[in-house]
């Protein structure tokens, strides 16, 4: 195996975890407590393997108590705030409620740079120009800069180099005047790359398709705050012509993986801690994040919800993304079945631009999508049905419904599948 930077850099996180963690369970009231922390802290030198041995916390931990499960309760969390030294910022609720977080003043911007260093495409733009303009187009429930509920001004959604589009969290009831608006905002902004929720983009690249709009500017898309579809992918680099790349992390823990030119999934080693527990037959199993840089608020063994599969390549270790757990089906002989591995079979379906796929009852499923265009034919759609059939070891036929309307979950962002809670 070649002593490459990167496994090098793997080789010493060991010690970085070993730097942070221990004094994460002394000071912290969330974990200081615990039974299980005083015998770890026992041990000569704290290594991975005791890491295994701590409990995992969830966003239930972390709202139970807050601020004090992680200040203490000496410590004044508005004087903080009047020092400017931490940010209140909150999770997007998508799983579950919202859950409050104390994040370091500039911290975001400073782990989100050290994530786009590790593509060389994004690195070498941002070498190049630290300053370059972006457009941000999400739900803007999940940015704490703007409010969907407040109407704000092009000046208000302008910080620094971002510019922010969106004001609505349902990007399949935009009308003409909406669309026009932020094609017109980007255009003019004459952004270098585009930071999108995958839907919300999809639908502005179809925008822009249907008017012959081009952004010269662009060198690449980053996607992130959900799932990124190959329906998506396909309309984004069709419309855009240039890379597209999935940028994968939570408010909370910072973002932990970028996409690579190859496809794979490049862990920041700097920023977190990654396990993988409970992996399947297919070595998939749930991400659990330790987190390394936020001294405020260090997350120990935080189930994250999320589904990876972890590659030890000869050079470097990779991941390839699988989804949310919860969104996860079954198949009828229990084996479950990823949204990435549902995805996968519209790999080769053009003419679908978003979806999705709802568990019924037992064996009935339901696909619902919004074409691309005119939409697959109905030999295409029927090859799409039989690949899922055959994945999820179906009885009976999937229904496929078209429609112009997908609606998001309360937080603005959406989800690819719907299983049964029983299939869950």
């Avoid at 015998?39 to 969830?58: G, Y």
């Avoid at 862990?267 to 991400?287: H, K, N, Q, R, Y």
Wanted: glycine share 6%; hydrophobic share 40%; with cysteine.
């Amino acid at each position: 195996m070649l002593a490459t930077p990167e496994l090098m850099l793997e080789t010493a996180q060991p010690h970085r975890l070993a730097a942070v963690v221990p004094t994460s369970l002394r000071k912290v009231p969330l974990y200081k407590d615990q039974p299980a922390i005083a015998p770890v802290l026992a041990e000569a030198e704290f290594t991975p393997s005791h890491l295994q041995r701590l409990p995992f916390i969830t966003k239930h931990d972390i709202r139970r108590d807050f601020p004090n499960n992680f200040l203490g309760p000496n410590h004044d969390l508005e004087a903080l705030l009047d020092q400017e030294l931490v940010e209140l910022e909150h999770t997007a609720g998508t799983s579950e409620e919202r859950t409050p977080l104390l994040l370091p003043r500039g911290w975001w911007a400073e782990q989100e740079l050290r994530a786009l260093s590790l593509n060389p495409t994004t690195a070498r733009l941002l070498d190049c120009e630290p300053g370059a303009r972006r457009v941000t187009l999400s739900s803007p429930v999940c940015s704490g800069d703007i409010c969907f509920t407040g109407v704000p001004s092009r000046q208000e959604r302008t910080i620094g180099k971002t510019l922010f589009l969106s004001l609505s969290r349902f990007p399949f009831l935009w009308g003409a005047a909406d669309l026009e608006r932020i094609a017109a905002e980007t255009i003019e902004w004459q952004p270098r790359f585009l930071d999108l929720d995958p839907v919300y983009g999809a639908v502005f690249a179809r925008y822009c398709e249907t008017r012959g709009l081009r952004l010269p500017s662009l060198e690449f898309i980053l996607c992130s705050y959900e799932f990124v579809s190959v329906c998506h992918r396909r309309a984004l680099e069709r419309v855009f012509g240039v890379p597209v790349f999935d940028l994968y992390g939570s408010t909370e823990t910072g973002h932990l993986l970028i996409e690579t030119e190859q496809g794979q999934f490049r862990p920041s080693l700097e920023t977190a801690f990654l396990e993988v527990i409970e992996p399947d037959a297919g070595g998939i199993g749930e991400l659990v994040v330790t987190t390394l840089t936020n001294p405020f608020m260090p997350l120990v063994r935080y189930r994250i919800g999320d589904l990876v599969e972890k590659l030890e390549l000869p050079y470097a270790t990779r991941y390839v993304l699988h989804g949310r757990a919860r969104d996860a089906f079954r198949a009828a002989n229990g084996r479950r079945i990823t949204t990435r591995q549902i995805d996968q079979c519209f790999a080769h379906t053009p003419g679908i631009l978003h979806y999705q796929l709802v568990q019924k009852a037992g064996a009935e499923f339901v696909l619902r999508y919004v074409p691309d265009g005119p939409g697959p034919g109905s030999d295409e759609l029927a090859g799409l049905g039989n690949q899922l059939e055959a994945l999820l070891e179906l009885s009976a036929p999937v229904r496929c419904e078209k429609t112009d309307l997908l609606m998001p979950e309360s937080s603005g962002k959406f989800r690819l599948g719907y299983p049964m809670p029983s299939a869950s």
